[in-house]
């Protein structure tokens, strides 16, 4: 395994378990992208380097192929003309071109094939990155989703313990006790009334009585001697 494909695999196992130290779970999503972004940007500075060596690998196997094919040339030109010398010295160098050849056609060759690992390992590590982002937008959603629930159940499971439902129940009370107090006033106004009308009846009654004894001495008086007819 890669070392991308490891900082990537890292990042997403232990993603959950981040998420549930993470006070502020959005900033944190945000800043495992922007940690992933900087990894991204990492690994393209790594292919590209290797890219570069391997590239100079290729270009020192090009020239060494090219010396070789030159050299031989030369050692035949050489040959046409007698001069056996020049062409021994010319086959001497087509051969270190050639050993040369060799070493740098398998250095490129590791170089770019480490290079191609490296892009397939990026490649995957910015489709991980991708699928993380898509991820974080879900995971916000649900985290705005959630914390609206639970704004919402606290508030009705308060509704039986805050003060606004103290408050309410005290006014009920309050009201009640009013209602009551104006029922007992009322019932003393009209208790007040009768017992007025009553002693109305009891004055009544004295002044007939009063009356029926003045004229019970009206008549007592007419039937005495002195008041005779």
């Not at 309050?174 to 007025?196: I, P, T």
Request: aromatic share 4%; hydrophobic share 40%.
């Amino acid at each position: 395994m890669g070392l991308f494909k490891r900082v990537s695999d890292n990042i997403r196992a232990n993603l959950n378990s981040l998420l549930d130290k993470a006070e502020d779970p959005e900033k944190m999503l945000d800043q495992y992208l922007r940690d992933m972004e900087e990894d991204i940007a990492d690994a393209e500075g790594a292919v590209a380097r290797q890219l570069a060596v391997a590239w100079k690998f290729k270009a020192q196997l090009d020239d060494a192929l090219a010396r070789v094919e030159k050299r031989e040339v030369q050692a035949i030109e050489a040959l046409k003309k007698d001069r056996e010398d020049l062409a021994r010295k010319a086959l001497e160098d087509k051969k270190v071109n050639k050993a040369k050849a060799g070493d740098y056609r398998l250095e490129y060759e590791n170089c770019n094939s480490m290079a191609e690992q490296l892009r397939s390992e990026l490649k995957d590590m910015k489709n991980e990155y991708e699928k993380l982002r898509v991820k974080r937008d879900t995971l916000v959603a649900r985290v705005q989703s959630a914390k609206a629930q639970k704004e919402i159940y606290g508030v009705i499971s308060g509704l039986g313990k805050d003060s606004a439902r103290r408050n309410f129940d005290r006014m009920e009370d309050k009201v009640l006790r009013m209602e009551a107090e104006a029922y007992v006033a009322g019932d003393l106004k009209e208790k007040s009334l009768d017992q007025e009308s009553e002693l109305l009846d009891i004055g009544n009654d004295i002044e007939m009585e009063l009356a029926k004894l003045k004229d019970n001495l009206m008549i007592i008086k007419e039937q005495e001697p002195d008041g005779t007819k």
